[in-house]
Nanobody, 117 residues
């Protein structure tokens, strides 16, 4: 069962900013770690950032210094604020509970981010 609905993607110029959101479709949310991933066609999905159940963020080399992950437990939503965007950030962005990452049935449609002038 799909766990999240992602939104907020779009077309942005290099150097611009976007904020992505993903909202959980079930009541149990706050106790789980959530990951943001991205995928370019014909490539593997790659981890962008993680937020723990207590709100501790973790960034990969992709996101460090440019992206901020946060969450609102009351809204069951995780955010990814992206700045200084580059053309290589162009991808479909997804989020999911970390413990469900290997279950293909739990991934949503994602949201497309295109960075282009």
């Amino acid at each position: 069962q799909v766990q999240f609905v992602e939104s907020g993607g779009g077309l942005v110029q290099p150097g611009g900013s976007l904020t992505l959101s993903c909202t959980a479709s079930r009541s149990a949310f706050s106790i789980y770690t959530v990951d943001w991933y991205r995928q370019i066609p014909n490539n593997q999905r790659e981890l962008v950032a993680t937020i723990s159940s207590i709100g501790q963020p973790y960034y990969t080399d992709i996101s460090k210094g440019r992206f901020t992950i946060s969450k609102d437990n009351a809204k069951k939503t995780v955010y990814l604020q992206m700045s200084s965007l580059r053309p290589e950030d162009t991808a479909v962005y997804y989020c999911n509970f970390q413990y469900l990452a290997t279950n293909p049935d739990t991934w949503g449609q994602g949201t497309q981010v295109t960075v282009s002038s």
